[in-house]
């Protein structure tokens, strides 16, 4: 708990190229507040400020929402500081101060947290503010905005359920009807001084009819409520979401940022804008990003207006431009990254009030952190641990199929903001769309502009559509964060809600209609149209595609060399059939991690051999049947072996409960019945004796081959065939035989005497030798905890963390979804345990294993094969306690390589640091 003392320092004043704080204190300032202090320090034009430290936030949620007493005292300093900075006064009726009032949390949450502007205005400053800038409408304009977002986040005057728009835009669309009668969009610069005061007056009657409560005239009142409400958004609903989807910390808290206003509405030589220092997109090396005329920051992200391209502001500003490019520079040469950054311009002059690592797609990571080191802005380890691993996943993800993009018609074009190709159902709002996408529909949010309160629509959906809006709008930011196909401000849709229909061209589309969209040409099409794969699996997998044709394929390439230069840790795949294989090898995998090849008898009719071999009443009937699947496993096999060309290949004998594969309803019992020559009554009798109460701690496992060897026997007999088969190719095969469910010493016993006795079998039988391991799968906590007396006989370990999560925590991985959300509500877990390693408890079990396998079997080989092989956090974890590998999907290969690879230089790092 935060505890308050005299000597705590909360508040960490910049300005006038001195700041109390610096770059690295993000954990104590928020990345914003860390980062004005930083940009005041080297130069850069930072307005005024001082930054509420995140302590005050935990303080504050750990007293029941109070302060500490000294914050008060600290704050005034604060306030007099800016002060004398800018000889203005906070609450003069001359020169007033007006200050900006934002939160900064330690990691950016766009959208999430809530800002206020032109603080300190009241209806006798705002006269003054009329006076100092000579300009009225500016003034008022200034006040109505302040109202209206104050209203809005401290006061909670919102939208209410079931309304589409916030009632303070209903407001201004009301005065624009009255002002403007009949004219459509119409922009707010058209609306004038008596407009604005009409507004102001507007805005105070709603916030008293919905609030009982007049609005604080006081700017001290106002800072405090301001500042309380930051405090306060931190545990709203729209926070609590993305926390939990970026396993924020709550206890991180955020800081709160109070700095001077600078002005970019006071007319046409002032704006606004949001720049990136590359393209977050593409991550091409161009000056990108967009500004408004006259216009206060938020309505360049709130997508109101749709903004002008960066570019334009050389013709129409020069010097400013010039300013900027300036600081594009500067701004990458210091922080060594891409950066996203927001300006003001106040009368041709450009004022810095925010940068941070912008956010990009996996394409543009990638082509970043390649180009970054051509450039020498930083060194190869450096851009390896620049490209966050799971957004690796991005660079895999779809296009358009070319031949059927050809027949398809653009009826819209919109902004590229999140790439890829999606096709789905349109939806119109974010409950239904996330209604339909729990009913396994594709689903295609479509909004007029995107608010955080869509955010769990736009998770649902396979991509996202908005009329109106630019590149750094709320949609886009958070698509391009998710890796979500995105195209926003495609402004000749019109959507209406009430009807819920969208029309285009004289085309109506109702909801559930299909629509395609690019979000790498920012292009609408009509109706579904096919996706195809990305350029990497169009070379790798596909092999339609050239290398040499191919910069996205070069890029990827030269990262995931880099990665093999720092890795440590082996990655294999989990591939139970010959193509899957090759996936994985084209992506880079260094053998098989797990075959299960239970998997190999679900196709075709190798399910009827396996049913026969299951409902077998005697040894002999089963091992008539296990006959049938023999010669299937070993061309498997052979297959598999000859992908390999050399590399290992984990191979886990039969592991499922039996029942499993029995057909369980009348009529599919009827028909293996017929096809088996039996009765239907033979079936259904079996079936209900194989039922279980609890299957997945039942007959299954190694329990199927300790009562039945002869499974076991053909499954080992199926291996060596085969491995003698490719082995006559010239081509070597590693077998490593898995015995799964292991708990008891003896039963790895058991089954090892069954392997070794059939592989000399068949090397007798073939003439030939076999070089080939065995060993057991740890995925029971007994195995984990008896781990030195198994590694008596194991020659490798695999961590089944799958069955070990469900057995440790005693919940089941098929079960967990009905009470798993609200765990992680709660935070009773951070992350899902099936997804991300349980390092303290499931870890803690892998470390015992590791270190028990080890002092018995010094070279024993240890690994990984349950889901969170791929999952980055585990894969670093893996690395931590010294694995040779993990093994995943084919698909997350890639992934995996980068986190391992991470891993290596995190360590590496780590050490050099101790030294
Ligand atoms: C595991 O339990 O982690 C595992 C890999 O086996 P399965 O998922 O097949 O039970
Ligand atoms: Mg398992």
């Not at 001082?50 to 949620?61: L, P, Q, R």
């Not at 007099?80 to 000889?87: H, P, Q, R, V």
């Not at 053998?591 to 409902?615: P, V, W």
């Not at 309803?665 to 028909?671: C, N, P, R, T, Y």
């Amino acid at each position: 708990m935060a505890k308050a003392s005299k000597a705590a320092k909360y508040v960490y004043n910049f300005g006038n190229k001195k700041a109390d704080g610096d770059g690295s204190m993000r954990a104590l300032l928020g990345g914003k507040g860390a980062n004005l202090a930083e940009m005041t320090r080297i130069g850069l034009p930072v307005p005024p400020g001082f930054t509420i430290t995140t302590e005050v936030c935990t303080y504050y949620y750990d007293h029941k929402r109070t302060y500490p007493k000294e914050l008060q005292r600290q704050v005034e300093a604060g306030i007099a500081n800016m002060e004398k900075i800018l000889g203005k006064k906070f609450g003069d009726t001359e020169k007033p101060l007006l200050v900006a009032v934002r939160s900064g949390a330690r990691d950016s949450m766009p959208g999430m947290m809530d800002t206020i502007l032109n603080l300190g205005l009241n209806d006798q400053t705002v006269l003054a503010l009329v006076k100092v800038s000579k300009n009225e409408r500016f003034a008022w304009d200034c006040y109505r905005r302040f109202i209206q977002m104050y209203g809005d986040v401290v006061m909670g005057v919102q939208k209410r359920p079931g309304e589409d728009h916030e009632p303070f835009e209903t407001a201004i669309e009301e005065l624009k009807e009255k002002l403007f009668p009949g004219q459509h969009d119409v922009e707010d610069t058209r609306i004038d001084a008596k407009g604005m005061k009409e507004l102001v007056h507007r805005f105070k009657e709603l916030v008293k009819k919905r609030t009982g409560q007049e609005f604080p005239t006081d700017p001290w009142d106002q800072l405090k409520g301001a500042v309380g409400a930051v405090f306060g958004s931190w545990m709203n609903d729209r926070a609590i979401v993305y926390r939990r989807k970026y396993n924020i910390p709550q206890e991180w808290g955020t800081a709160v940022n109070v700095q001077a206003m600078v002005f970019g509405n006071t007319g046409e030589r002032s704006g606004s804008g949001v720049a990136f220092t590359r393209d977050p997109a593409s991550g091409e090396k161009v000056f990108y990003g967009e500004f408004l005329i006259n216009a206060q920051g938020e309505d360049v992200v709130a997508g109101v207006r749709t903004p002008e391209p960066v570019a334009k502001l050389k013709n129409i500003m020069p010097a400013a431009y010039a300013e900027l490019e300036r600081i594009r520079k500067v701004l990458e040469s210091h922080f060594k990254d891409m950066q996203d950054f927001e300006f003001t311009i106040e009368e041709d002059k450009v004022f810095m009030l925010q940068t941070r690592n912008g956010k990009r797609t996996g394409l543009a990571a990638v082509r970043i952190a390649v180009e970054m080191v051509k450039e020498k802005l930083i060194n190869w380890e450096q851009a390896v641990m620049k490209v966050p691993a799971e957004q690796l996943d991005q660079l895999l993800a779809p296009v358009f199929d070319r031949t059927a993009i050809r027949s398809a018609k653009v009826i819209a074009k919109g902004l590229p903001a999140g790439p890829g190709a999606a096709t789905g159902r349109i939806y119109f709002n974010a409950e239904r769309a996330v209604e339909a996408a729990d009913k396994g529909e594709k689903v295609l949010l479509v909004r007029v502009e995107t608010s955080p309160e869509d955010l769990r629509g736009m998770i649902a959906a396979e991509g996202i559509l908005t009329a109106r809006g630019g590149v750094s709008s709320h949609a886009a930011l958070v698509a391009r964060q998710m890796g979500k196909v995105c195209v926003c401000g495609a402004s000749a849709i019109q959507v209406d809600y009430n009807a819920k229909t969208m029309t285009v061209g004289g085309q109506t589309f109702n909801q559930g209609d299909f629509l395609s969209i690019d979000g790498t040409a920012g292009e609408v099409y009509a109706g579904e149209v096919k996706t195809a794969a990305s350029e990497i699996i169009q070379v790798l997998v596909e092999r339609t595609l050239k290398a040499k044709d191919s910069q996205t394929f070069q890029n990827y390439d030269q990262l995931m060399k880099w990665c093999n230069q720092a890795t440590r840790l082996q990655v294999r795949t989990n591939a139970d059939n010959p193509e899957q294989t090759a996936n994985a090898v084209a992506f880079g995998a260094t053998g098989i991690g797990l075959c299960r090849t239970e998997h190999m008898f679900f196709e075709g009719d190798r399910i009827d051999a396996m049913r026969e071999m299951i409902l077998a009443e005697n040894t002999e009937e089963r091992q008539q049947a296990l006959g049938k699947l023999l010669p299937y496993q070993r061309e498997d096999f052979i297959g598999m072996f000859a992908e390999l060309k050399g590399l290992p290949a984990t191979i886990r004998f039969l592991d499922p409960p039996l029942h499993e594969f029995l057909p369980h309803e009348e009529e599919a019992q009827s028909e293996l019945a017929a096809k088996l020559n039996v009765s239907p009554e033979t079936i259904s009798k079996r079936v209900k004796e194989l039922h279980e109460f609890n299957p997945m701690l039942g007959h299954r496992g190694c329990r199927l081959g300790i009562v039945y060897p002869e499974i076991s026997e053909m499954q080992a007999r199926a291996v060596f065939e085969a491995a003698a088969e490719v082995q006559k190719r010239g081509i070597k095969v590693k077998p490593e035989i898995m015995i799964p469910l292991v708990g008891y010493p003896k039963e790895l016993q058991l089954q090892i005497e069954v392997v070794h006795r059939v592989a000399e079998e068949v090397a007798k039988e073939k003439k030939t030798k076999f070089t080939y391991l065995v060993g057991t799968m740890i995925e029971i906590p007994r195995a984990a905890l008896v781990a030195d007396e198994i590694a008596k006989d194991a020659q490798f370990f695999s961590f089944g963390t799958n069955d070990l999560t469900q057995t440790t925590l005693g919940m089941s991985r098929d079960d967990s979804g009905s009470f798993l959300p609200r765990y992680q509500e709660l935070e009773i877990v951070k992350q899902n345990p099936f997804a991300s390693i349980d390092q303290v408890g499931v870890g803690k079990l892998m470390e015992t294993a590791c270190e028990l396998g080890r002092k018995a079997r010094p070279d024993i080989k240890l690994g990984i094969c349950g889901e969170h092989g791929g999952e980055p956090t585990s894969v670093k974890f893996c690395h931590r306690i010294g694995l040779n590998y993990v093994s995943c999907s084919p698909f997350r290969v890639p992934i995996a390589r980068l986190a391992a690879a991470q891993a290596a230089i995190e360590e590496a790092r780590a050490a050099k640091k101790k030294k």
